[in-house]
């Protein structure tokens, strides 16, 4: 069974960077997929940050492309999200997930339980 | 503002069929597969249909999904208390060098 778990600091200064990492089990990373971040301002729908490959390949939201880095340490199975210069806008539960493509189709199957990452001083 | 379109609310009473509709463009749902996700109060999205009309294991037979065209739909029969949840669709999309889009999602009552 396949599982993720987030982690990180709950609270971020207004113009630091966030960060958090989804440590993965059950599977391996270097085994292939790409893996996700995604996330939810409170009382707000889904938003996809960004996608990150076993080999290091990503895909960013182009609105956040400019603040976001999406890392993989496959050593540790493990993947990374840096948001710089954070506002209380960037306030939201942040789920990574496994995004499995298989061609023709794609699809986010397993998430981890979620964050809450808030933006204050 | 959500890139696909979904309604805000949907309701029904215990035993019937509801849908959600999603609507998008030639570039995510016109071109590829949509996903659905359910989302119980307080938990991470679940994964409900993949490619369109496939259904993970363990997700009753209750739930079924189709697309035509550019737009796509979730329908829920036999409804039951515990499907009162939010429910998103999801597509890949081809601009902008590829991204994941969402809908605002939609929140079932059963009354």
């Known amino acids: 069974q396949v599982q993720l778990q987030e982690s990180g600091p709950g609270l971020v200064k207004p113009s630091e960077t966030l960060s958090l990492t989804c440590a993965v089990s059950g599977y391996s990373i270097s085994s292939g997929y790409y893996w996700g971040w995604i996330r939810q301002p409170p009382g707000k729908g889904l938003e996809w940050i960004g996608s990150i490959y076993h080999s290091g390949s990503t895909y960013y939201n182009p609105s956040l492309k400019s603040r976001v880095t999406i890392s993989v340490d496959t050593s540790k199975n493990q993947f990374s999200l840096k948001l710089s210069s954070v506002t209380a806008a960037d306030t939201a539960v942040y789920y990574c997930?496994?995004?499995?493509?298989?061609?023709?189709?794609?699809?986010?199957?397993?998430w981890g339980q979620g964050t809450l990452v808030t933006v204050s001083s | 503002q959500s890139v696909l379109t979904q309604p805000p609310s949907a309701s029904g009473t215990p035993g019937q069929r509801v849908t959600i509709s999603c609507s998008g463009s030639?570039?995510?749902?016109?071109?590829?597969?949509v996903n659905w996700y359910q989302q119980l109060p307080g938990t991470a999205p679940k994964l409900l249909i993949y490619s369109n009309n496939q259904r993970p294991s363990g997700v009753p037979d209750r739930f079924s999904g189709s697309k035509s065209g550019t737009s796509a739909s979730l329908a829920i029969s036999g409804l039951q208390s515990e499907d009162e949840a939010d429910y998103y669709c999801?597509?890949?999309?081809?601009?902008?060098?590829?991204?994941?889009?969402f809908g605002g999602g939609t929140k079932l009552t059963v009354l």
């Open positions: 999801a597509a890949w999309d081809d601009s902008l060098n590829g991204r994941w889009v």
């Open positions: 030639s570039s995510n749902i016109g071109s590829n597969t």
């Open positions: 997930a496994r995004d499995l493509e298989w061609e023709p189709t794609r699809y986010f199957d397993y």
